[in-house]
């Protein structure tokens, strides 16, 4: 099982970013996929999570700014964050749960700063 994370980037106040994190080797059918962050100095966090049969949750700190979605077709995961803020600043990471497997990707950094 493979996970390939990009969309990370620095962004200004207020300004929106997407995270794609693609997976590979899983069935997809049967998984559920989420994403963290860590900031310096502070523990990895969930940020939103969407299982396999798409119900989503999202920590308090990000509903109603970010979202997350799946592209079955394409096994594929998306964050799609607006308004963020600079205390958004962190590594992301997403992270693929199934019976089988609990797998990291990469992190990717996402810096809010003017």
């Known amino acids: 099982v493979q996970l390939q994370a990009s969309g990370g980037g620095v962004v200004q106040p207020g300004g929106s970013l997407r995270l794609s994190c693609a997976a590979s080797?899983?069935?997809?059918?049967?998984?559920?996929m989420a994403w963290y962050r860590q900031a310096p100095g502070k523990q990895r966090e969930l940020v939103a999570a969407v299982t396999s049969a798409g119900s989503t949750n999202y920590a308090d700190s990000v509903k109603g700014r970010f979202t997350i979605s799946r592209d079955d077709a394409k096994t594929t995961v998306y964050l799609q964050m607006s308004g963020l803020k600079p205390e958004d600043t962190a590594v992301y990471y997403c992270n693929l749960r199934s019976p089988w497997h609990n797998v990291w990707g990469q992190g990717t950094q996402v810096t809010v700063s003017s």
């Open positions: 080797g899983t069935r997809w059918s049967r998984t559920d």
